[in-house]
Structure formats: C-alpha cells, structure tokens
C-alpha cells in the first residue's frame, strides 16, 4: 500500500475514532500530526536539482531556491556547500540561472562586513559561488532594520529584499522556483 493511502486511511481511522484516543483534543493533535507528515511526504526532495539533460523531469523549474531551515550559519554553510558540490559534479542547468539564497533570519548577520573575521569560511564560499554565478544572495531589508544595520554595511556581493518573506513566495508562487 502507498505511504499517502496508508496515511489518508490512518487519518479517516484517528478521526472516526477507531484508532485509540482518550479525547477530542488527541484526536485533533493526531490529524494534525498526521497532516504534517502528509505535506513532508509530499515534497518531492530526492531529486531537487535538474540534471542538465535530465529527461526524467516534465518540465524544467525557472529557478531554484536555497531552503533555509533553521536560521543558522550552519544551515546557510550547509546550502553554500551543497550548492558548490551540485556545481562540481556539473547537476546545475545553467538555463535555470544562479540558485537563490534568499536570507530573513538572524543569520543575515553573517553578510555584514564587520562580521567577516567570525564568519570568514563561509562569506568566501558565497562569494566564491556568486563570482561563478553559481548562487545569488539576497538579504531581507527589515531583517537589517531590526539589526539596526544598513545597506551600505553589508558584503559587495550581497542584493536586499524589502521582505525576505514575500520574497520567497514569490520566487515560489510566482516564478516557480523549487527548493534545493
């Protein structure tokens, strides 16, 4: 049986109550539950990155989109460096045009120039990768606001965003970028 029929059917049974819970509210925390393990299950990560000539894919995306989970200068050292290794191995469509790194967290913090010395390994890479149009780095303008920073103090090669958020929805939404 699929994972999703096996999840739908384990949800209708949470929710009818022939799956044991002693409340409603257990009943409402396992379907919330299961919900979310049904939108992961459905992203589709195996394969993020076109291989350039892939035939497997219907259709190629316009672009991709770094995922940035946990708002951290690992996670972002961690994408810099699947970004780098995607680009070695010659998985990037140069069709699709450089993956966008799209920063609204703290760790925008990494991009400031006065941040270098702490953050060095990293801001190297992403300059590397950009100076090859490999990626593109956009830093969230109301992320510096709230960091009291401005334009002028970050790294030369770093674009800003008036709101990291929307930016991601719409490079998602509207111009049909995938994560990577």
């Not at 819970?21 to 992203?43: I, K, N, T, V």
């Not at 191995?89 to 609204?104: K, M, N, Q, T, Y």
Request: hydrophobic share 45%; proline share 7%; with cysteine.
């Amino acid at each position: 049986m699929p994972f999703s029929s096996l999840l739908l059917t384990s949800m209708k049974r949470l929710w009818m109550g022939a799956l044991p819970a002693r409340s409603l509210p257990a009943r409402w925390a396992g379907m919330c539950l299961l919900s979310l393990l049904a939108a992961g299950s459905a992203a589709d990560v195996s394969n993020p990155i076109a291989i350039a000539g892939d035939q497997a894919q219907s259709a190629a995306p316009n672009g991709y989109l770094a995922r940035i989970q946990k708002d951290s200068p690992e996670d972002i050292e961690r994408a810099l460096r699947r970004a780098e290794q995607l680009f070695l191995d010659g998985r990037i469509d140069p069709e699709s045009g450089p993956l966008a790194f799209v920063i609204h967290g703290p760790e925008a913090a990494i991009f400031f120039k006065d941040s270098y010395p702490a953050y060095k390994a990293i801001v190297d890479l992403a300059a590397r990768l950009t100076a090859f149009e490999v990626i593109q780095v956009k830093v969230c303008e109301t992320r510096m606001g709230v960091l009291g920073r401005k334009k002028t103090e970050l790294v030369p090669f770093v674009e800003t965003v008036p709101f990291g958020p929307a930016e991601v929805n719409r490079l998602v939404n509207t111009e049909e970028y995938v994560y990577f």
